[in-house]
């Protein structure tokens, strides 16, 4: 069974950073390409950034391009959203996911094979 535990959220003021981490098991970790979405009060889930197995590729929506990076180390099964130049407008509950499959790409939530429990990212202004 796997299981995806997110920590590094937290409360910042506008223009800081933070940085988010995921660290999965139960699963062959490297097998799988990793994203991250976030679900804002009455807004549905939405996408913000997915990386391919093997972490050459990347992809982001459009609203965090050039502010949010996101990375995975295989050896240490965990995957890092680094969150850059933050808005109010980024604050939400961030999800770890796990694709279905290796490549990276814009999923809809549906798409998504597992979840993490999420961690809070409050923005202030």
């Known amino acids: 069974q796997v299981q995806l535990v997110e920590s590094g959220g937290g409360l910042v003021q506008a223009g800081g950073s933070l940085r988010l981490s995921c660290a999965a098991s139960g699963h062959t970790f490297s097998g799988y390409a990793m994203g991250w979405f976030r679900q804002a009060p009455g807004k549905e889930r939405e996408f913000v950034a997915a990386i391919s197995r093997t972490g050459v590729t990347t992809v982001y929506a459009d609203s965090v391009k050039g502010r949010f990076t996101i990375s995975r180390d295989n050896a240490k099964n965990t995957v890092y959203l680094q969150m850059n130049s933050l808005k109010p407008e980024d604050t939400a509950i961030y999800y770890c996911?796990?694709?279905?499959?290796?490549?990276?790409?814009?999923?809809?939530?549906?798409?998504?094979?597992?979840w993490g429990q999420g961690t809070q990212v409050t923005v202030s202004s």
């Open positions: 996911a796990q694709s279905r499959g290796q490549y990276a790409t814009r999923w809809p939530a549906r798409e998504i094979g597992s």
